[in-house]
C-alpha cells in the first residue's frame, strides 16, 4: 500500500539555524501533497500543500517543492524561531479526490535560543 | 469561521465504562475522518464518512469501537467496554470534496482519554 516516509526526529536546531525535514511518498500518479504542524496540546493545521509536480507550496517561511522525479516533498526554512518547535507531519492525498490522506510518522523539531 | 468542534476535551473514566467522544465538522464539509494518535503508534485513521455514510472502518481496532454519522453536522466515536489501552487521543478532522483532487483535512483539536 501507499506510505510517507518521514526523518526520524527529534531534529535539534538552534534559533536561525537552517531546517530540511525530508520527506518521500510511494503513491503512483499525481497525488496531492501537505505539511502538517501540530503543536503541543493542539490539533494537527495545515502548513503548506501542493497538488501538482515542481509546484512549492510556502506558508510562514517554510517552503516544500513537489518532486516527482524524486517522490519528494522535503519541508525547508530559512530561519527557525523557537515558536516553530513542533511535530512536523508530512502526507500524501490517495489520487481520485477521496480525501483520504497516507500520514507519515512525524518529525519532532526542538529550536533552542 | 468555526473550527472542528470535539468533546470533551478530556476524558478520565474506569475500565469497563461506556465512552462516548463527540465531533461537529466544519459546516458544508462531506468527508468525515476519526483518528487516534497514541506514542507508540503514532497517528491512525479509525473510521471515515462521505455524506454520512462509513466507507472505511478498517482501522477500527475492535468491535469495541463503534461511529456513527447521523446527520451531517454530528459524529460520535463509541467505545463499549473501554479498556486501558485505549488511551490515546482522538482526533476528528473534516474536508470538503472540491474538482477530483485530494483536500486537506481540517483537525480538531481532540479528546485526550485515559482509561484506568
Known amino acids: 500500500g501507499n506510505s510517507v516516509t518521514q526523518m526520524e526526529g527529534p531534529v535539534t536546531l538552534s534559533e536561525e539555524a537552517f531546517l530540511t525535514i525530508n520527506c518521500t511518498y510511494t503513491?503512483?500518479?499525481?497525488?496531492?501533497l501537505f505539511w502538517y504542524v501540530q503543536y503541543p496540546g493542539e490539533g494537527l493545521q495545515l502548513l503548506l500543500k501542493a497538488t501538482k509536480a515542481d509546484d512549492k507550496g510556502s506558508n510562514k517561511g517554510f517552503e516544500a517543492t513537489y518532486r516527482k522525479e524524486t517522490t519528494s516533498f522535503h519541508l525547508e526554512k530559512g530561519s527557525v524561531q523557537v515558536s516553530d518547535s513542533a511535530v512536523y507531519f508530512c502526507?500524501?492525498?490517495?489520487?481520485?479526490?477521496?480525501?483520504?490522506?497516507?500520514f507519515g510518522a512525524g518529525t519532532r523539531l526542538a529550536v533552542h535560543p | 469561521d468555526a473550527g472542528v468542534i470535539q468533546s470533551p476535551r478530556h476524558e478520565v473514566t474506569e475500565m469497563g465504562q461506556e465512552v462516548t467522544l463527540r465531533c461537529k465538522p466544519i459546516s458544508g464539509h462531506d468527508y468525515l475522518f476519526w483518528y487516534r494518535q497514541t506514542m507508540m503508534r503514532g497517528l491512525e485513521l479509525l473510521i471515515y464518512f462521505n455524506n454520512n455514510v462509513p466507507i472505511d472502518d478498517s482501522g477500527m481496532p475492535e468491535d469495541r469501537f463503534s461511529a456513527k454519522m447521523p446527520n451531517a453536522s454530528f459524529s460520535t466515536l463509541k467505545i463499549q467496554p473501554s479498556e486501558p489501552r485505549d488511551s490515546a487521543v482522538y482526533f476528528c478532522a473534516s474536508s470538503l470534496t472540491r474538482g477530483g483532487q485530494d483536500q486537506p483535512q481540517h483537525f480538531g483539536d481532540g479528546t485526550r482519554l485515559s482509561i484506568l
Open positions: 503513491a503512483t500518479g499525481y497525488p496531492s
Open positions: 502526507a500524501e492525498g490517495l489520487s481520485g479526490g477521496y480525501n483520504k490522506l497516507i
